[in-house]
């Protein structure tokens, strides 16, 4: 990083912050979650509708059923504190109903609109500006987090914990607590180098010899039988693993529920 920001407090945060899976048991104050939940809802939020909501989970029997359902990911469990952010229009189309909304398109002759891919998006980007937020807080007071993507897997149990209705998603979980030992002994992960994420004006599709020069000094070792080269490594590994297919085919569901016009509200 350049000197721009040198011994600026927020910028050195922002710098050093790394995921943490290993919590030491001791519990937040209620003071240190209500700073992340008021971090959380500081972020700025799409026309200023807030098209998101929290669960803190503090139940240990559903924390230990999110470990099965995200794909086995034992850090869940023992978390002091785990947040769910979901994508929420259901709040503001109740209130429409309760403001007999669709009433007034029916006398005016407009349709009345339910909502549609673009607002689940749309409510996804509040949804993960604020757990960002959340995880900056968290940070300024010291506590680790990690986030966990394995959240938007098995919506049908999921929907069933946590009472979530239709226009209610849930995009991701963050796990928060401090961090086991000395958090700068896990070392920063590495980023590709900005020329290949940064550009200007125009995207810049990559070839062959940039793709070359990205991975250079990328080490990661995956075990993929017959994979040859990096590339088959990571997409076995990632992109075609059971999670990432559990992912596809739960998310599909889910937006074909939300988006589906129907008039049962
Ligand atoms: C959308 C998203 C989903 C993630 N899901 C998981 C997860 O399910 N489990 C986990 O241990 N880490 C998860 N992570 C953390 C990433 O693995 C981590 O951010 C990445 O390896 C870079 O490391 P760093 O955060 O220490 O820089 C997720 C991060 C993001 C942004």
Redesign the pocket.
């Known amino acids: 990083m350049s000197k721009t920001g040198k011994n600026n407090k927020t910028l050195e945060l922002i710098k050093n912050?790394?995921?943490i899976?290993t919590y030491d048991p001791k519990p937040l104050t209620q003071e240190e979650i209500n700073m992340v939940i008021y971090g959380a809802m500081r972020a700025p939020t799409a026309g200023n509708m807030m098209f998101y909501s929290i669960i803190q989970v503090t139940d240990q029997k559903m924390k230990d059923k999110l470990v099965i359902t995200?794909?086995n990911?034992p850090?869940i469990a023992k978390a002091p504190l785990v947040l769910i952010f979901l994508a929420d229009m259901q709040r503001w189309w109740d209130y429409f109903k309760i403001c007999k909304t669709r009433e007034l398109c029916d006398e005016i002759g407009v349709e009345f609109q339910t909502p549609q891919e673009s607002d689940l998006l749309l409510a996804c980007c509040d949804a993960l500006i604020a757990a960002q937020n959340a995880v900056i807080t968290a940070e300024a007071l010291r506590i680790g987090s990690?986030?966990?993507?394995?959240i938007v897997e098995n919506i049908e149990i999921h929907r069933k914990m946590f009472n979530l209705t239709r226009w209610v998603f849930p995009i991701?979980m963050v796990c928060f607590g401090y961090p086991k030992g000395n958090k700068e002994k896990i070392p920063?992960?590495p980023r590709f180098s900005q020329k290949f994420i940064h550009f200007t004006n125009k995207y810049n599709r990559l070839n062959e010899q940039d793709f070359t020069e990205m991975f250079q000094n990328v080490k990661r070792s995956y075990d993929v039988k017959q994979a040859k080269n990096l590339g088959q490594k990571f997409y076995f590994a990632k992109l075609a693993a059971d999670y990432s297919m559990e992912m596809r085919r739960s998310v599909k569901v889910a937006i074909k529920d939300w988006s589906m016009k129907n008039n049962n509200m």
């Open positions: 912050r790394r995921t899976r995200c794909d990911q850090h990690c986030y966990i993507g394995d991701i920063l992960t």
